[in-house]
């Protein structure tokens, strides 16, 4: 198998690993997590989310790292090369495409929803909610989303971003994402004390960490295990690029561990950072996908150097959607060199385009068409569940799938390099069995067939 990619290779261990979390680590641990678990009801949400993470996410993580390394392409390629080697049916390339447009789709509302976040930046650097009650951070919420001008100016600007920074190659990717990450984790660890002293903390606690089966239906497990995968970027191929720029020596067990750990414990602290205000400000917390967007201007509104402390945060989450959207659009970029034979500046500008124009529904989805329903879910609610629910859950399921029955042993053993036997053994248990199990049993029950 090719020793280097011919889109280049991430210079160290920390570099990859700084990657992976940067498109590990964005809107949906901070905006995501916190309204999902809301609306889910709280600490049973967490509990099964959580298990997720580490019994399903975490050896299939290492399975995806594994499969990028190994093939050296982007997803589709890889996925290509690796069925050849293993003498499997060539349609396992369809998992490429699976995710290729996947990731199309994520990225269009994602871009929509940083969007709001580059907008909050502004709004909070001009003082827009200070000393402002509750409900008026409220209703300048529901005016912002109401206007689909600036909705779509913002989204704009932030496919732009993302593309330049993509246009740039691997390098650029890595150096957007070095001191972002350190910086984001201080600043919720100083939110979560803020929050702290706002007297319903113990409340939030509870809410986040007792858990209470009796809030939870199995769609709420669906979305919990969706989610585990959106949050750690399994499923499309994300991880899997990025695991192609990877040198041969790095250990990718722990890199896996590392990444989820990281990932978590941002997810958690965005919780304990928001629920305190929801709480002592009698807010919904099933209030949906605008609940940071109400409940944190609040603090900053009225902490002291609140519209400081508000600016970073804001920026600081756009620059950890923005280390998250490269790596989704990153396959299909890849694809697009590789095959149509493309520049990079080319394929960045076409798949830019097309992703744009789509999340041009997700804009107007939150305003002038937000009646329009299939299924009771707006055009933003279909392509969230599409994605989340459906197919990443399915790439992941075929990621273990073809780790741990199509693949030799032979091959992934040497290509993992795990230090002891039996945590090799333990990874293909769960990737053969367990991950794959629990995943349909998800759909079976969520579709109500069992
Ligand atoms: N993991 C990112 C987040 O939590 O915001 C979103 C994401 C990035 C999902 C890349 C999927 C992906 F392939």
């Known amino acids: 198998m090719n020793k280097v990619s011919q889109h280049g290779q991430w210079s160290s261990r920390l570099a990859f690993v700084l990657a992976a979390t940067g498109s ?6 901070i905006w995501k997590f916190p309204y999902i678990t809301g609306e889910n009801g709280g600490g049973a949400f967490v509990l099964v989310y959580l298990l997720c993470i580490f019994a399903i996410g975490v050896p299939i993580m290492a399975a995806e790292i594994m499969l990028g390394r190994r093939g050296r392409k982007s997803p589709i390629n890889t996925m290509r090369d690796l069925a050849k080697e293993a003498g499997a049916n060539p349609f396992w390339k369809t998992l490429g495409w699976v995710g290729v ?5 994520i990225l269009s509302y994602y871009s929509v929803i940083a969007g709001w976040a580059m907008a909050y930046v502004v709004r909070v650097a001009s003082g827009m909610f200070e000393g402002v009650t509750a409900d008026g951070v409220g209703s300048i919420f529901g005016q912002f989303v109401a206007d689909p001008e600036k909705l779509l100016a913002w989204h704009s600007l932030f496919m732009i971003l993302t593309m330049l920074v993509v246009a740039r190659g691997v390098k650029g990717l ?9 910086a984001l984790l201080l600043l919720l660890v100083l939110l979560v004390g803020y929050a702290m002293d706002q007297g319903a903390f113990r409340q939030a606690v509870n809410f986040l960490f007792s858990p209470d089966f009796s809030k939870l239906n199995s769609e709420g497990v669906l979305t919990a ?25 790095v250990s990718i067990g ?30 919904e917390p099933g209030s949906g996908p605008g609940l940071i967007f109400q409940t944190l201007p609040i603090a900053f509104g009225q902490m002291e150097y609140g519209a400081f402390f508000g600016t970073m945060f804001f920026v600081l989450l756009v620059f950890a959607a923005w280390s998250s959207s490269i790596s989704l659009i990153e396959p299909a970029v890849a694809w697009l060199v590789e095959n ?53 859950p399915l790439g992941g399921l075929s990621i273990a799938v073809f780790a741990g029955w199509v693949m030799t042993k032979e091959v992934t053993k040497e290509e993992l390099n795990f230090n002891k036997p039996a945590v090799f053994k333990a990874w293909l248990f769960l990737v053969k069995y367990v991950s794959p199990v629990a995943v349909v049993i998800v759909f079976l029950k969520a579709v109500n067939l069992i």
């Open 24 to 29: 590990a680590v964005g809107l949906g641990n």
């Open 101 to 105: 447009v996947a990731g199309f789709l």
């Open 174 to 182: 890595e150096r957007a994402v070095k001191f972002l990450m350190p």
């Open 225 to 249: 295990m969706g989610h585990a995968f959106f949050t750690l970027s399994l499923g499309m191929g994300s991880i899997m690029v990025y695991g192609a720029y990877l040198p041969s020596k």
């Open 254 to 283: 722990s890199t896996a561990v590392i990444i989820a750990l990281a990932d978590t414990a941002v997810a958690l602290l965005a919780g304990l950072a928001i629920f305190p205000i929801v709480f002592i400000h009698g807010l």
């Open 340 to 392: 149509r034979k493309m520049s990079r500046m080319r394929a960045c500008i076409w798949s830019g385009l097309v992703t744009w124009l789509v999340g041009i529904g997700t804009v107007l989805s939150f305003n002038i068409t937000s009646d329009i329903k299939f299924f009771d879910k707006t055009f933003f609610d279909v392509l969230d569940y599409l994605t989340a629910n459906i197919m990443l």
